[in-house]
């Protein structure tokens, strides 16, 4: 779940406590060099995006501690071990207040290393892989209470990385990329903001400050009609991070990239703000399947995919 809320400064000074190091580190977000060097970007197939999405809701709900999850797990692993790079599996625990379980979940990290990877700088792109084990806001009512799909909400966002890893292996861009996928960010009830971003909160303990120069999420990006506005915490803490993002939309002439504050998203992102890592997400909130049944592959487009990926893949070669 994404949580909405009135302000940027509300929200983090009630729940996030951000650090004066992370306020801070707008000074030295990242070095961009669309106009001094242009390096042709690879071609972004969202197709076959498209087929990874459905591949995933092809296990049925991945929720954290199922058979599905634990098959999906294997599917991810399998394909970026496939492309010949340094994968890692990051298993943790989630006690469960619910049911006083503990919950078995894992990030997957997929590391590709840039032309020359020894002096090469660090970026982070992530998206999460698991699904929610309720769908609350489902119109029939007698489905309240069951997992969902996730072909937006999940799916999406690990699609385009997917394809994007194609893009990695095949062609080298200056930098090193990581590529995470995150359990459990949408484990939580509605309104227990402390069951939800599992994955993103362990990543964060694993002692990575300092380690990338900024971290992109994608969520929720595969909406027919997509709309993305930038995120207003994001905007608010890391404004250059989405003018490199949108701009470069605007560039490619990509109109589904509104250059606009829309919703405050509480997501993943947060938790890599949390220490100090210059972050954005890039999400279309306004779904009307969110969180129901319905959230299925026939709500979603390939170019859709599309028009992310591009971006993204266009930002990642200018790094």
């Known amino acids: 779940m994404r949580c909405l809320a009135s302000s940027p400064k509300a929200i983090v000074t009630r729940a996030l406590r ?37 591949e995933q809701v092809n296990f049925g709900p991945r ?12 599917y991810f692993l399998s394909f970026f071990h496939s492309l010949g790079v340094k994968v890692d599996t990051m298993a943790f625990t989630h006690d469960d207040k619910a049911s006083d379980k503990q919950i078995p979940m894992a990030n997957i990290i997929a590391h590709f290393r840039g032309i020359d990877s020894a002096v090469a700088k660090n970026y982070l792109f992530a998206a999460h892989w698991d699904s929610r084990p309720r769908a609350e806001y489902d119109p029939d ?31 080298k861009p200056r930098v090193n990329i990581d590529i995470a996928l995150l359990d459990g960010e949408d484990w939580g009830a509605p309104g227990d903001i ?13 002692d990575i400050t300092g380690k990338y120069k900024f971290a992109v999420l994608v969520d929720m990006v595969g909406d027919k009609d997509l709309k ?30 509104v250059d606009s504050v829309g919703y405050s998203v509480m997501d993943d992102h947060l938790s890599f703000m ?11 909130f306004d779904y009307k399947y969110w969180h129901t049944t319905q959230d299925t592959p026939d709500k979603c487009s390939a170019q859709s995919l599309l028009t992310v990926g591009r971006v993204l893949t266009e930002v990642i070669y200018q790094l």
């Not at 929720?63 to 294997?74: I, L, Q, W, Y």
Request: with cysteine.
């Open 228 to 257: 993305i506005c930038r995120e207003e915490f994001s905007n608010h803490y890391f404004p250059q991070l989405n003018d490199v993002l949108w701009n470069t939309a605007g560039r490619l002439g990509e109109k589904s990239f």
């Open 63 to 74: 929720v954290p501690g199922s058979e599905n999850a634990v098959k999906c797990r294997e």
């Open 194 to 206: 402390g069951e939800y971003f599992l994955g993103a909160k362990d990543l964060v303990k694993r």
């Open 274 to 284: 949390t220490i100090g890592i210059p972050s954005a997400v890039i999400i279309d």
């Open 18 to 54: 951000f650090s004066l190091y992370c306020l801070g580190a707008v000074v030295c977000i990242v070095s961009y060099e669309s106009c001094a060097k242009n390096h042709d970007a690879p071609f972004f197939d969202g197709d076959k995006a498209y087929e990874y999405l459905k």
């Open 141 to 171: 009512s007698t489905k309240r209470n069951s997992p969902i799909d996730g072909a937006n909400d999940g799916a999406s966002g690990v699609a385009i990385l997917m394809e994007l890893g194609n893009l990695l292996a095949k062609e």
